[in-house]
């Protein structure tokens, strides 16, 4: 299922913004959606996902929010009270309900927040 992911920017620390990933298929509501990132010369981490449940990793909960609007193909995340930490490339990516493995994914778009 082909992705493209959208909203990146500069940012100073404390504010706000909210990345789309949108997808292209009849079948978006049966796709775990996550979103990774991939900060400047370090490996790309998982930060969130969604199908039923949501899960964050530990840095991110209570500032950044996953959702998704199945009618729209579309899935978000809201990232507030942004740090100079969460600067990277932040990834959509898409994996069926039953596989283990994220098959699909976006372009990066990059998230500067600056101190």
């Known amino acids: 299922v082909p992705l493209q992911a959208s909203g990146g920017g500069l940012v100073q620390a404390g504010g706000s913004l909210r990345l789309s990933c949108a997808a292209s298929?009849?079948?978006?509501?049966?796709?775990?959606i996550g979103w990774f990132r991939q900060a400047p010369g370090k490996e790309r981490l998982f930060v969130a996902s969604?199908?039923?449940?949501?899960y964050y990793i530990d840095s991110v909960k209570g500032r950044f929010t996953i959702s998704r609007d199945n009618a729209k193909n579309t899935a978000y995340l809201q990232m507030n009270n942004l740090k100079p930490e969460d600067t990277a490339v932040y990834y959509c990516?898409?994996?069926?309900?039953?596989?283990?493995?994220?098959?699909?994914w976006g372009q990066g778009t990059l998230i500067t927040v600056s101190s």
């Open positions: 969604i199908l039923s449940s949501t």
């Open positions: 298929g009849q079948t978006f509501s049966t796709y775990n």
């Open positions: 990516a898409a994996r069926k309900y039953n596989d283990n493995e994220y098959k699909y």
